[in-house]
C-alpha cells in the first residue's frame, strides 16, 4: 500500500529536476500523475530550458512504476494555459488531488542593472505562475472538499541573496501567498504548505553564469560541487540530491501532514543556521 493510493497530483515542471523527482516519488506512492512543463526558451534566462524530450522522459520513468500520467505543454505565464492543463488532468482522471507547484527560474544582475524584462520573467514565472496555477486548481478542490497544494519556495525566500533580488524577492513572495492560500482554503479542508530547497543538484544550479557568478569567473561544475561543502550545517553535504526535496514534498502532501497547513519547511542541510558572512565590509 502506498501512500497516495488512488489519488492524482498535477506537477508543474515536471520535465527534469526536481519536478521529475516529485512526480517519480509520488507514483511510487501510488499516485497517477500530470506532468505540465514547457518546451522552448526564454530569452532573459541563460542556461537551457527543459525540452519536450525532458518530459518524455519522465513520462517514460513513471510508467516504468506501473502509474499511470498524462504530460500537458503549459505555460506558467499564461491562465489559458495552466487552466487547459488541468481540464485536461480532469478529462483524463476525474480528480485532482494534490497540486505540486514547482516551476521557477533563476539569473543574474545587480538589482540596479537589472533590464525590465530580467525583473518580469523571474517573478511572472516564480510567483505569478504559482498563483495561477493554484486559482486552476482551487475550484475543483473547494467543489470536491479536499486537497493538498505544496510549492517550492527556496531558502532565498527567507534569505537574500546578491545578485538575484528578483528571485529572493519571487520566493518570498511563494511564501507568503502559500500562507495567504492555506488560510483562505483552510474551511474549505485544503492544505498548503511549501519547501524551500537548499542549494541541490538540479540543471537550474549548472551553467557557466552560475558558476562565474557563485564562485570565481572560469569555475566549473567541479568547482561548485567543492565549495557547496561550506553552504550546509550538517556533516558530509554539498549540492543536495533531489530525492531529498521529494521526500518533503511526499510528506507534506500525503495524510502524515493531515494536520499541517501553512509551514514553509526548509531542506537545506543545516544552510540557514548557519552564521553570517560579510563579502564586502566596505
Given amino acids: 500500500m502506498g501512500k497516495l493510493d488512488g489519488k492524482v497530483a498535477l506537477i508543474t515542471g515536471a520535465g527534469r529536476g526536481q519536478g521529475r523527482s516529485h512526480a517519480l516519488t509520488l507514483a511510487r506512492e501510488g499516485a497517477s500523475i500530470i506532468a505540465v512543463d514547457v518546451p522552448g526558451t526564454i530569452e532573459s534566462v541563460e542556461y537551457e530550458m527543459s525540452s519536450s524530450e525532458d518530459l518524455a522522459q519522465t513520462v517514460k520513468g513513471v510508467e516504468e512504476l506501473d502509474r499511470r500520467i498524462l504530460a500537458v505543454e503549459a505555460d506558467a505565464r499564461s491562465q489559458e494555459s495552466l487552466d487547459s492543463a488541468v481540464a485536461a488532468g480532469l478529462a483524463e482522471f476525474g480528480q485532482i488531488d494534490i497540486l505540486v507547484a514547482n516551476h521557477g527560474v533563476l539569473s543574474f544582475d545587480s538589482f540596479w542593472e537589472m533590464s525590465e524584462e530580467r525583473w518580469t520573467?523571474?517573478?511572472?514565472?516564480?510567483?505569478?505562475?504559482?498563483?495561477?496555477?493554484?486559482?486552476?486548481?482551487?475550484?475543483?478542490?473547494?467543489?470536491?472538499?479536499?486537497?493538498?497544494?505544496?510549492?517550492?519556495?527556496?531558502?532565498n525566500g527567507i534569505e537574500p541573496g546578491s545578485g538575484y533580488a528578483h528571485y529572493t524577492a519571487s520566493k518570498a513572495g511563494v511564501l507568503m501567498l502559500m500562507k495567504n492560500v492555506a488560510l483562505e482554503l483552510g474551511g474549505y479542508g485544503i492544505r498548503c504548505n511549501a519547501i524551500c530547497p537548499g542549494a541541490t543538484d538540479t540543471r537550474i544550479n549548472h551553467w557557466q553564469g552560475l558558476y562565474d557568478r557563485l564562485i570565481f569567473p572560469g569555475a566549473t561544475g567541479q568547482d561548485l560541487w567543492d565549495s557547496s561543502k561550506n553552504w550546509t550545517g550538517l556533516k558530509d553535504r554539498r549540492l543536495l540530491d533531489p530525492q531529498s526535496q521529494s521526500n518533503g514534498v511526499l510528506f507534506l502532501v500525503s495524510d502524515d501532514a493531515a494536520d499541517i497547513t501553512g509551514v514553509a519547511l526548509p531542506i537545506d542541510a543545516g544552510h540557514l543556521i548557519l552564521p553570517g558572512y560579510n563579502g564586502t565590509p566596505g
Fill in 121 to 155: 520573467d523571474v517573478l511572472d514565472i516564480n510567483l505569478s505562475g504559482m498563483w495561477r496555477v493554484t486559482k486552476a486548481v482551487t475550484p475543483h478542490m473547494i467543489e470536491r472538499g479536499r486537497g493538498s497544494i505544496c510549492m517550492t519556495g527556496s531558502m
